[in-house]
């Protein structure tokens, strides 16, 4: 199973948006509404930021949001924070032999 | 407060084994499936390795398939994963943390492996 695809990198000024994208495959992002998102900081355990392609956990700012269209998942980040700057990785389940596969990661700059 | 704690990383030689544990608390652990999820340095996340919440089955990725054996103590609230046959590759930050099935919810602080002569 490989990796999803993320873009290595993504910015924006402070207030701007940016958007994530992670492609998969009809085995993984397609196949299933199971994609969630992670923020990790440096020298940090991954955060869960959105999880089932869209739904926010409590206490993550509504900034954020998520998508999907056929083998592509998104990750948008609105207003953007100094303290959002950081890498994304994103999460699919892929079937019962390799059941989870992660993004290559995208590190966030908040210019 | 739900918490992770791994430990048992080290620097170990090409070859040698090693036994990391993550010990669990705040929630009922004999409830969740666990896993091992490791991050090489400067690279992203891979999963490793899953158990079911009673330990009678289990799955690894092919990249440990056969060198790895991940196993729990209910009665400890303990996930192990035990590494033979390690080599420099397997070099890496070691995380367990629980998937409800579709997300990767709790996560420790994780532990460094680092296999090197």
């Known amino acids: 199973q490989s990796a999803l695809t993320q873009p290595p990198s993504a910015s924006g000024s402070p207030g701007q948006s940016v958007t994530i994208s992670c492609t998969g495959t009809?085995?993984?992002?397609?196949?299933?509404?199971?994609v969630s998102w992670y923020q990790q900081h440096p020298g940090k355990a991954p955060k869960l930021m959105i999880y089932?392609?869209?739904k926010r956990p409590s206490g993550v700012p509504d900034r954020f949001s998520g998508s999907k269209s056929g083998n592509t998942a998104s990750l948008t980040v609105s207003g953007l924070q100094a303290e959002d700057e950081a890498d994304y990785y994103c999460s699919s389940y892929a079937g019962s032999n390799t059941p989870y596969v992660f993004g290559t990661g995208t590190k966030v700059t908040v210019l | 407060e739900v918490q992770l704690v791994e430990s048992g990383g080290g620097l170990v030689q090409p070859g040698g084994s090693l036994r990391l544990s993550c010990a669990a608390s705040g929630f009922t652990f004999s409830s969740y499936w666990m896993h091992w999820v490791r991050q090489a340095p400067g690279k992203g996340l891979v999963w490793v390795s899953r158990i079911n919440s009673d330990g009678s089955s289990t799955s690894y990725a092919d990249s440990v398939k056969g060198r790895f054996t991940i196993s729990r103590d209910n009665a400890k609230n303990t996930l192990y994963l035990q590494m033979n046959s390690l080599r420099a590759e397997d070099t890496a930050v070691y995380y367990c943390?629980?998937?409800?099935?579709?997300?990767?919810?709790?996560w420790g602080q994780g532990t460094l492996v680092t296999v090197s002569s």
């Open positions: 943390a629980t998937n409800s099935g579709s997300y990767w919810e709790y």
């Open positions: 089932e392609v869209s």
């Open positions: 009809s085995s993984d992002v397609g196949g299933y509404n199971y």
